[in-house]
């Protein structure tokens, strides 16, 4: 359903939608024996928001993350040198699928795997960050998608 009078976003719900995501997606990590780990952890206190934020600007949300939290290297720099395991980003998409579910987004298949493709290809690269001594470039670009999948940085700007 490519609808050219909304963004991903606002199909979605907006910010109560991604809140929500974030929400669903958090506890399903925390399920997750693999993932339980790095999730159980104390983090930010503003987490689920944060990553509601950072959800919401990549699909056509405001640019929250990036204005609070200085953008998709930032993102990266805080999973950087984890050493996870080499079956995390399976992982994490299933428990993002999942989550999708939980937050009672909008059951239409174009929409789902739009946000399942974004996810396989967002876990792979933050995976790409994981070994240590890793090095994040400190100008990545904040992904961007629309109804059409990945926007390239050109097309935003």
């Given at each position: 359903?490519t609808?050219?009078?909304?963004?991903?976003?606002?199909?979605?719900?907006?910010?109560p939608?991604?809140?929500?995501?974030?929400?669903?997606?958090?506890d399903?990590?925390?399920e997750?024996?693999?993932?339980?780990?790095?999730?159980?952890?104390?983090?930010?206190?503003?987490?689920?928001?944060?990553?509601?934020?950072?959800?919401?600007?990549?699909?056509?949300?405001?640019?929250?993350?990036?204005?609070?939290?200085?953008?998709?290297?930032?993102?990266?720099?805080?999973?950087?040198?984890?050493?996870?395991?080499?079956?995390?980003?399976?992982?994490?998409?299933?428990?993002?699928d999942?989550?999708?579910?939980?937050?009672?987004?909008?059951?239409?298949?174009?929409?789902?795997?739009?946000?399942?493709?974004?996810?396989?290809?967002?876990?792979?690269?933050?995976?790409?960050?994981?070994?240590?001594?890793?090095?994040?470039?400190?100008?990545?670009?904040?992904?961007?998608?629309?109804?059409?999948?990945?926007?390239?940085?050109?097309?935003?700007?």
């Amino acid at each position: 359903m490519t609808d050219d009078r909304s963004t991903v976003y606002e199909f979605a719900g907006g910010a109560p939608a991604f809140l929500a995501l974030a929400t669903a997606l958090n506890d399903r990590c925390l399920e997750d024996p693999v993932l339980n780990h790095p999730f159980s952890h104390p983090g930010h206190p503003q987490h689920l928001e944060r990553l509601a934020g950072y959800l919401g600007e990549v699909f056509g949300g405001p640019p929250v993350y990036s204005q609070m939290c200085g953008g998709h290297s930032a993102m990266l720099l805080i999973h950087a040198e984890s050493g996870a395991y080499d079956d995390l980003p399976d992982r994490f998409v299933a428990c993002f699928d999942q989550a999708v579910e939980d937050a009672a987004f909008p059951y239409d298949l174009e929409f789902r795997q739009l946000l399942h493709e974004y996810m396989v290809l967002a876990a792979r690269e933050v995976h790409t960050y994981s070994p240590q001594g890793s090095v994040v470039p400190l100008d990545t670009a904040m992904p961007r998608w629309s109804w059409n999948g990945p926007v390239t940085r050109e097309e935003y700007l």
